[in-house]
Nanobody
Framework: QVQLVESGGGLVQAGGSLRLSCSAS????????MGWFRQGPGKGREFVAG????????SYADSVKGRFTISRDGAKNTIYLQMNSLKPEDTAVYYC???????????????WGQGTQVTVSS
């Protein structure tokens, strides 16, 4: 079974930064992509960012473009989400996700971490 474990969530002030990490274990994929989703209170889960296995292609939700950066450390099988200029609207549980097909479309992600809470105070 694939295990995705997130870390790095916490409470920050608006305008601050956080870096989330997600490590994958239990199984590896030849060309899998990984990414981040989030779910705020009373909202559905939304796609935030994705990255291909090579790290050469990325995708971002419009709401986070220019503020968030996704990256990948292939040697550690780990992805990161650097979140800058955080806004209260970014408050959500952030989930790491895996895409065995390698696609970056939201529906391509089939494996999920347990989530890490990000709270941005105003």
């Amino acid at each position: 079974q694939v295990q995705l474990v997130e870390s790095g969530g916490g409470l920050v002030q608006a305008g601050g930064s956080l870096r989330l990490s997600c490590s994958a274990s239990g199984r590896t994929f030849s060309n899998y992509a990984m990414g981040w989703f989030r779910q705020g209170p009373g909202k559905g889960r939304e796609f935030v960012a994705g990255i291909t296995w090579s790290g050469r292609s990325t995708s971002y939700a419009d709401s986070v473009k220019g503020r968030f950066t996704i990256s990948r450390d292939g040697a550690k099988n780990t992805i990161y989400l650097q979140m800058n200029s955080l806004k209260p609207e970014d408050t959500a549980v952030y989930y790491c996700a895996g895409s065995p097909s390698g696609g970056l479309g939201p529906n391509s992600f089939n494996y999920w971490g347990q989530g890490t809470q990000v709270t941005v105070s105003s």
